[in-house]
């Protein structure tokens, strides 16, 4: 089950965008073994993702956005930029599906 802060921080990982590896690998049955013939590993990027921002102020139940104030927004912005560069200088820990991430 997944609880609220590996939300937030899958969130987080999302709003800021991420960079994985993603490896291929080919194989062939050779005197009836398998072998590995061929394998592949491509760098793929994730672009910042404004849903996942939009999403991260909605899970704070403290505030309803729609009733902020410009002033309000604003002041909540960089609040929520502070918590982007916080996590940003983290050091990466492995995304929830087990596999390292890597930027």
């Known amino acids: 089950m997944i609880d609220k802060q590996m939300l937030v921080d899958i969130l987080v990982k999302r709003a800021k965008g991420y960079r994985y590896t993603e490896r291929t690998d080919e194989y062939a049955v050779v005197d009836g073994e398998r072998k590995l013939v061929k394998s592949k590993k491509v760098s ?3 672009q910042p993702d404004v849903n996942a921002v939009k999403a991260l102020i909605t899970l704070d139940d403290s505030q ?11 002041v909540e912005k960089l609040r929520l930029l ?12 492995p995304t929830p599906d087990g596999s390292d991430n890597e930027e």
């Open 44 to 46: 793929k990027c994730i």
């Open 64 to 74: 309803d956005v729609t009733q902020l104030t410009d002033e309000q927004l604003q």
């Open 82 to 93: 502070r918590l982007l560069n916080i996590m940003e200088a983290a050091p990466d820990e």
